[in-house]
């Protein structure tokens, strides 16, 4: 029976995060996100849109997410009879951009469709694991001694990969502290979010004595030639992060060399049924996946862990516990176990937002009937 959808519910929330987190693009101390719930002749679903506070990661920001969504991508839903999930991207393609904003809208109709049918998202996309390994991204710290405080922390708690945010200043002493702090033994990134140029590629190649398992964008998400480029000047294999936004562009970047490993944002490419393609290319052509992370509440966290379960997805994500982040989360919390967490085998994504959390961090609520 196809899914009929009476409503969308736009809900903003705001939840404290544990310590600020700081990148190259600013420090969050909040985690300020907008949640979508489709009703539907059957189960409601729920859908995360990561779109940040302000357009630094990417052009989006969760402000105009909201906006879009209501003004011009549900209508396009309402006009369309009883569309599958899978159908979602194709009837939204005409409105151009946004794919955080539209990843969210086919997530919440994707759970509701799983929820009717039995079916968990990790069996609709393909999961082979009942759990996946963790890492953690450590952000900018103000001194060495926290910042291996920070690692030591982690590291006793089982995470299985540290990823150390960079910007030009604040790169290689970091990643020198880890490295002879820790020994050769820890599996260890480093994630630049865009902050270099090609100018900087000395800084850069001073990065490859501590032997890093990747280095995350370097250069601007525009920049694909670039990275290639920079590929044959330094010997940490690049991992492609923001320029990565559909398989498309996944296939075209691996044809040019540009990069090694890719990480696959789920809200980045527009959606879970995307990111699925995108696994696949890498699949394809041998270039390994995992899965990251926009400090997702339990609703996002919930997916993303089901996608990390699938075959190619070979590296520990961002999918950290819930406590990473937050002192209370929207759902049950996510907790680590020999540094995995479980794939949730319930309907749909497997978890359900808790009353008392959506009343203590909801700064708003839209309904928008058919």
Avoid at 77 to 93: C, E, Q, S
Avoid at 352 to 367: G, I, M, Q
Wanted: glycine residues 8%.
């Amino acid at each position: 029976m196809p899914i009929a959808i009476d409503a969308f519910e736009l809900r903003r929330v705001r939840i404290p995060l544990v310590t600020p987190f700081r990148t190259s693009f600013g420090t969050d101390t909040h985690r300020d996100a907008l949640l979508i719930r489709a009703f539907t002749n059957g189960p409601a679903g729920w859908g995360e849109c990561v779109a940040d506070l302000q357009p630094l990661y990417s052009p989006e920001y969760v402000d105009g997410a909201s906006q879009v969504t209501e003004r011009y991508l549900i209508p396009r839903i309402f006009a369309a009879d009883a569309p599958p999930a899978a159908a979602i991207a194709g009837i939204l393609a005409r409105v151009q951009g946004h794919p955080m904003a539209k990843g969210a809208l086919e997530m919440a109709v994707l759970d509701a469709e799983l929820r009717a049918e039995g079916v968990s998202f990790g069996q609709r996309l393909g999961a082979v694991r009942e759990r996946v390994d963790c890492g953690v991204s450590v952000g900018i710290q103000d001194s060495p001694e926290r910042l291996i405080d920070l690692v030591t922390e982690y590291l006793s708690a089982g995470y299985k990969r540290i990823k150390l945010k960079i910007e030009p200043g604040s790169d290689v002493e970091a990643v020198r502290t880890v490295r002879e702090h820790f020994g050769d033994g820890l599996l260890l990134s480093a994630d630049a979010n865009a902050a270099y140029t090609l100018d900087d590629v000395d800084a850069l190649r001073a990065l490859d004595p501590f032997h890093l398992s990747m280095l995350e964008q370097p250069l601007a998400a525009d920049d694909i030639p670039g990275h290639a480029q920079l590929a044959t000047q330094i010997s940490s294999p690049i991992c492609l992060d923001e320029s990565i936004i559909s398989a498309r562009s996944a296939a075209f970047a691996i044809s040019v060399g540009a990069c090694k490993i890719i990480n696959i944002k789920p809200g980045r490419v527009g959606g879970y049924l995307e990111a699925v393609k995108v696994h696949d290319v890498c699949a394809a052509n041998q270039i390994p996946v995992w899965c990251g992370g926009m400090l997702e509440t339990g609703v996002g966290r919930a997916a993303n862990v089901a996608l990390a379960a699938l075959p190619n997805f070979t590296l520990p994500g961002d999918t950290s516990a819930s406590e990473r982040y937050f002192l209370e989360d929207l759902t049950a919390p996510f907790v680590l176990e020999a540094g995995q967490l479980a794939v949730p085998t319930g309907p749909g994504i497997g978890v359900e937002p808790l009353a008392s959390s959506l009343r203590a961090f909801t700064t708003s609520v839209t309904l928008i009937r058919r």
